[in-house]
């Protein structure tokens, strides 16, 4: 017989290092698998062959997910010799039950040996196959629960249950799997909201500072409820009366925390970030206007939401009234104030600033000083993020953590790049690190 190459692949006997084979040719261009020939393409058969073509028909059934069987054919000839006939896959990647969609479930064919695929190649993977919006994409993380999601929508009185996962897109119809949708509603969401306090104008002395994980639902509570709290009274005396007037309008940080939330994007894997100080409380979130749209575009109630089905759900809690509407409402609230919201967008930066009322105009910060301090937190904002620094954060994203090993893993990298890329976003501010030596681990800022 001839020899193993990029569509061929030799097996003495059947082990479950078969289904890899199946996934590797499934995930790039088919191939065929003859089980009962040795490395050297030597027909040597098999002592049972029938029973061994039912543990393979049934193993490949149950050991690889999304169903893989329609471009499977398995013929038992006439040599004791099982052929298996891959053909490319249309939904791709095809993984490891046991394992998961990430490189140690997921293979691919490089010729003549199937290897672990890079996360890289599984993203663009499930783009291909998926489609390019974050949202509808199948979510890397399969074991998903939502009890504050149940307990959400409970609150407002709107059906939650696994029969209406496919309307609200929380499942794909093609294989029912989790959607990344389903992950930011999920208990185990890793994307999060940073809030802190400052002391100073330009926000570099903390006073406090708080994240909040979990579920999207959670965090918009657990955030605004920090929020109402440094939210300050101040009051005034008009003969013997006293007038109370809060520091910013409730609804103006409800309506800046939805909009956080709801048109960030998640394809980053940075947290929504919320500073606080005397004068002001800025919301930063990831991504920047959807091609077409301008700021006057949004002040104007223009609107094209980047997560659709996620806006759609928020819409149906009565979160939101209406897509445009909420930029329009904070204008509104500081009509009569000289100091107005403002809002300032880069290519991958959205920041909405809501003045502080209570401020006298007496007391805001100088022209010169605020203009520096607003290049500043820009020029912050719009800090180079490489490709190898990207593929860093995705890996966070995903599973937490990562050490020196990983990242030259992922960037095909040597040990001294790696430290030097690692350091350079530890001084950018995008990772942390604890622990040294063989026990350094670094996680999301």
């Not at 949004?298 to 897509?323: M, T, W």
């Not at 301090?373 to 620094?389: F, G, N, Y």
Request: glycine share 6%; proline share 2%; with cysteine.
């Amino acid at each position: 017989m001839f020899l193993e190459n990029e569509n061929t692949e030799f097996k003495s006997q059947f082990t479950d290092e078969i289904y890899k084979e199946v996934i590797a040719f499934a995930n790039t261009d088919g191939g065929n698998i003859f089980i009962g020939v040795d490395d050297k393409g030597n027909g040597i058969g098999l002592d049972d062959p029938d029973d061994i073509y039912t543990r393979i028909t049934n193993g490949i059934r149950d050991a690889i997910q999304p169903d893989v069987t329609m471009f499977i054919r398995y013929m038992l000839q006439k040599n004791k010799i099982i052929k298996i006939e891959v053909s490319e896959g249309s939904y791709k990647p095809y993984y490891l039950k046991s394992k998961g969609i990430k490189p140690s479930g997921v293979y691919v064919r490089q010729g003549a040996s199937s290897v672990p695929a890079s996360m890289d190649m599984i993203r663009q993977m499930i783009k291909n196959s998926d489609g390019n919006t974050f949202e509808n994409m199948r979510s890397l993380d399969q074991e998903l629960t939502f009890e504050e999601a149940e307990k959400t929508f409970s609150n407002y009185n709107v059906e939650f249950s696994k029969e209406k996962f496919a309307k609200l897109g929380l499942i794909n119809l093609h294989d029912g799997q989790y959607t990344n949708l389903a992950f930011l509603l999920s208990d185990q969401c890793q994307h999060s909201i940073k809030a802190a306090v400052f002391a100073d104008e330009t926000m570099t002395v903390f006073k406090d500072a708080k994240e909040f994980k979990g579920s999207i639902f959670r965090q918009l509570n657990d955030a605004y409820s920090y929020l109402l709290i440094n939210n300050r009274t101040s009051a005034v005396f008009n003969g013997l009366e006293r007038i109370e007037s809060k520091d910013y309008p409730d609804e103006a940080i409800r309506e800046a925390l939805l909009n956080a939330i709801v048109h960030r994007d998640y394809s980053f894997s940075g947290s929504i970030i919320i500073n606080i100080n005397d004068y002001c409380m800025e919301f930063i979130s990831l991504g920047g206007l959807l091609s077409g749209l301008s700021v006057d575009d949004i002040c104007n109630g223009v609107s094209q939401p980047r997560n659709r089905d996620l806006a759609e759900i928020f819409h149906r809690l009565k979160l939101i009234e209406s897509y445009g509407t909420g930029i329009r409402r904070i204008l509104k609230l500081y009509e009569n104030y000289e100091r107005k919201p403002e809002i300032i967008v880069t290519p991958n930066v959205f920041k909405l600033i809501i003045p502080n009322m209570n401020v006298s105009n007496k007391h805001t910060v100088g022209q010169n000083e605020l203009e520096e301090a607003k290049r500043k937190t820009i020029d912050k904002s719009a800090m180079k993020i490489t490709h190898q620094m990207r593929l860093i954060l995705d890996y966070l994203s995903d599973y937490g953590e990562m050490g020196d090993e990983d990242i030259q893993d992922i960037l095909n990298v040597k040990r001294t790049r790696a430290y030097m890329i690692a350091r350079q976003m530890i001084d950018m501010g995008l990772i942390n690190c604890k622990g040294r030596g063989t026990g350094k681990r670094y996680y999301l800022q």
